[in-house]
């Protein structure tokens, strides 16, 4: 099937009372590991990295968006899956711009840190340069607040207001609207408050897909009610690199790595080889959030 406009998996979704996931990556296995999920469940996916991820100022070594958006795009097109690539939430417009250009077929601009005027600006003229080559635009309104995992504490954070966000998608010309509903970036421990009456007046209001970011945050029946209210997007993180950590974790807790082959260890697959477990471990947490969200089983129908 290929790689598939995000828009229309965004649609397929809300016309048919289910969400389509976006799980972030940031290497290979990890990839592959949400591949391995959507083929195993026929299930319709979004792909993706992070641009704060792969932009980061921070990063000692840099990256390079074109061997991100090229791999990326090569694992869809060998995928029988219907599958978006997305780049999410960059501050940079050239990263998303060259993101385009290297294969990322649907890309969201984020900075809390601008007015509306601004973040109208920079939108539309990411919509006017992204659709000319037939790239989808996610974009936020309100401030989804974060989790810091070592001070138990959640930081910032403002709701969507509903008249801004109908002037936002208005002005812009968006594709996907995500949402600031109670959900929480980063949220390892404890679960969001979801606002359901705010999703229910969106829903009634905002013409274009609404997404929810923060998935691992958000409990299992939470996430099913609101999909049930009309979220057709999805995003999920923190829980996939977890489920890695741990993975690689037990592994070198039980085995003895000194003595063993490195090879064996890394690079040749198979059961003794960490990064396949580790892989394996990803696989089922998309799993289990493809279950809740209700895409599995959806591919051949799009
Ligand atoms: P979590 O890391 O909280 O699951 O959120 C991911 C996300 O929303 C990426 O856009």
């Known amino acids: ?69 090229y791999l990326g795009k090569a694992i869809a097109q060998q995928s029988k899956m219907p599958i978006a690539l997305l780049l999410n939430e960059s501050h940079e417009i050239d990263l998303l711009i060259n993101g385009a250009k290297a294969g990322f077929n ?24 992204a659709h000319y080559i037939d790239v989808t635009v996610e974009a936020e309104i309100g401030k989804l607040p974060d989790a810091d995992i070592a001070t138990n504490t959640i930081n910032g954070g403002q709701k969507t207001d509903i008249d801004e966000a109908v002037y936002f998608v208005d002005k812009t010309g968006i594709d996907a609207l995500a949402v600031s509903v109670g959900n929480v970036h980063l949220m390892e421990s404890g679960k969001a408050q979801l606002d359901f009456d705010l999703i229910r007046l969106l829903r009634k209001n905002i013409k274009v897909p609404l997404v929810l970011h923060g998935g691992t945050g958000i409990s299992d029946e939470d996430l099913k009610e609101a999909v049930a209210l009309g979220m057709c997007k999805v995003n999920v993180g923190t829980i996939l690199k977890r489920a890695y950590i741990s993975s690689i974790q037990q592994y070198l807790k039980q085995n003895d790595i000194e003595n063993m082959d490195p090879h064996k260890i890394i690079g040749r697959g198979g059961e003794s080889d960490m990064l ?26 799009i």
């Open 106 to 129: 649907a890309i969201m601009y984020e900075n809390h840190e601008l007015t509306l005027q601004e973040s109208i600006e920079i939108n539309k003229y990411l919509v006017k340069t």
């Open 1 to 69: 099937m290929a790689l598939v406009s995000m828009n229309k998996l965004m649609n397929h979704a809300l016309n048919n009372n289910y969400a389509v996931g976006y799980f972030e990556a940031w290497n290979m296995e990890s990839i592959l590991a949400v591949v391995d999920a959507a083929e195993q469940t026929n299930s319709p996916v979004i792909i993706g990295f992070g641009g704060q991820f792969i932009g980061s100022k921070k990063r000692t070594i840099k990256e390079n968006i074109y061997h991100y958006g």
């Open 276 to 301: 396949c477990s580790a892989r394996a471990a990803i696989a089922v947490e998309v799993t289990k959030f493809i279950k809740i969200i209700g895409c599995g089983n959806k591919a051949h129908l």
